[in-house]
Nanobody, 123 residues
């Protein structure tokens, strides 16, 4: 299984970005897909998760109402639409896959990880 994340960049506060994560090598209709982020000097934290090809989503409180996760099963791609970005959203964002499709917010429960894409939000 390979995950390829893209879409990061520099944006002003209040702006938007859409991250993409293209998955290959697995039966992703059975997987749960998640986004995590890690800011400098901080632990990796859960951002959002979509289970069973989009049937259920869950968000961290810090991004609820601003971020939207979705999964295009036909393209095996998971997206993270990020609106109303804040400087505290600055981090490297990672996509991850849980092959058992669990409702997981803990990084250790995810089997596969993408390489990360940097999001920088300026004030």
């Amino acid at each position: 299984v390979q995950l390829q994340a893209s879409g990061g960049g520099l944006v002003q506060a209040g702006g938007s970005l859409r991250l993409s994560c293209a998955a290959s090598g697995g039966t992703f209709s059975r997987y749960a897909m998640g986004w995590f982020r890690q800011a400098p000097g901080k632990e990796r934290e859960f951002v959002a998760r979509v289970a069973r090809s989009g049937y259920s989503t869950y968000y961290a409180d810090s991004v609820k109402g601003r971020f939207t996760i979705s999964f295009d099963n036909a393209k095996s791609t998971v997206y993270l639409q990020m609106n109303s970005l804040k400087p505290e959203d600055t981090a490297v964002y990672y996509c991850a896959a849980d092959s058992r499709g669990r409702f997981a917010t803990t990084p250790a429960w995810y089997d596969y990880w993408g390489q990360g894409t940097l999001v920088t939000v300026s004030s």
